[in-house]
């Protein structure tokens, strides 16, 4: 007997495989478990959260108007420059699915998810219809209130394990952005920009990004 609505049903193994139980609400979750992307794929609750080698994260509510003005002028620069490069802008909610380099992609060993603000992606294989799997070549995050050190530097080592070229953290209280780029292997520190410098993009010798309009 076939039972298609509680599993799926192995006939050479005869082992019987239960289907996850759909979760729809945040506080079904234990938060002292680590979970997996297999594990995320059931979650369907309106809170938004990202998995970090495992350990659920929650994300801020709805981001301030200084964080999303922010984002809006950020992605119209890169976004133009963008038009005619094989290289792609995504803004979040987008799902990147970062591997640790591991040579298993299943969704059961991929254990961080996460929704930087702006990744740029510049393989088309890294993209499926979930999002993207390995690292952006670019990944620029806007800090909000709800952003904690712990959590920023979790994110920030998981980045460089997994090879992101180049990554931006922009601080809207302070008007800075701290800029880093992989070098053998290790996030180098380039600088600190403020209002009236213009920023140099590390993968694109072309591109600079004006901070005057960025934090006006």
Not at 28 to 46: G, I, V
Not at 58 to 71: E, F, G, K, N, T
Not at 91 to 119: M, Y
Request: proline fraction near 5%.
């Amino acid at each position: 007997m076939k039972i298609f609505s509680l599993g799926t049903y192995h006939t050479k193994t005869a082992n019987f495989t239960p289907k996850k139980e759909m979760i729809t609400n945040i506080d079904q979750l234990d938060f002292t478990k680590q979970y997996s992307y297999a594990d995320y794929l059931t979650w369907h609750f309106e809170e938004r959260v990202e998995l970090i080698r495992g350990w659920i994260s929650r994300m801020s509510p709805a981001p301030l108007v200084v964080h999303q003005r922010i984002l809006g002028k950020i992605s119209l620069y890169i976004g133009g420059y963008l038009l005619d490069k094989r290289c792609e802008l995504f803004i979040a909610p987008f799902d990147v699915r970062l591997t640790n380099k591991r040579k298993s992609v299943s969704n059961k060993a991929i254990v961080s998810v996460v929704q930087p603000d702006l990744s740029i992606i510049c393989d088309p294989d890294k993209l499926d219809e979930k999002g993207c799997i390995g690292a952006p070549d670019w990944i620029i995050e806007i800090l909000s209130p709800g952003n904690t050190r712990k959590e920023m530097r979790e994110k920030f080592s998981l980045y460089e394990e997994n090879g992101v070229r180049e990554y931006w953290i922009v601080d809207p209280v302070h008007l800075m952005v701290q800029v880093f780029d992989l070098v053998n292997d290790k996030f180098a520190w380039r600088g600190n920009y403020v209002k009236e410098d213009l920023i140099p993009v590390g993968i694109f010798e072309d591109f600079t990004i004006d901070t005057n309009p960025l934090f006006d």
